[in-house]
Nanobody, 123 residues
Framework: VQLQASGGGLVQAGGSLRLSCVAS????????VGWFRQAPGKEREFVAT????????LYAVSVKGRFTISRVNAKNTVYLQMDSLKPEDTAVYYC?????????????????WGQGTQVTVSS
């Protein structure tokens, strides 16, 4: 499965963005999908994940209550709604898919990765 992340951009602190992860090649409905981010000079870190059915969601402590992950399997798309953005949310955001359907917080749970989209939050 190929993944394409989009929706990044420049936003002021307190603003919102919605990222999209669109799959091609295979239906995304069989995959769990996660979002990760990587800031300059830092390791890639977990942000959020959603199971294949949408019945289970997990969030990093740093984004819980501000970010919401969701999916529309009919559109082969997973979204990350990001509200109340902070400068420390600035990073390249990546989506990833796990063929087992119930991925966790580890990078190693995921089999396929998209190319990333830049999110910059100004103070």
């Amino acid at each position: 499965v190929q993944l394409q992340a989009s929706g990044g951009g420049l936003v002021q602190a307190g603003g919102s963005l919605r990222l999209s992860c669109v799959a091609s090649g295979r239906t995304l409905s069989n995959y769990g999908v996660g979002w990760f981010r990587q800031a300059p000079g830092k390791e890639r870190e977990f942000v959020a994940t959603i199971s294949w059915s949408g019945g289970r969601e997990l969030y990093a402590v740093s984004v819980k209550g501000r970010f919401t992950i969701s999916r529309v399997n009919a559109k082969n798309t997973v979204y990350l709604q990001m509200d109340s953005l902070k400068p420390e949310d600035t990073a390249v955001y990546y989506c990833a898919a796990d063929s087992r359907g119930y991925p966790g917080r580890s990078l190693y749970d995921y089999d396929y990765w998209g190319q990333g989209t830049q999110v910059t939050v100004s103070s």
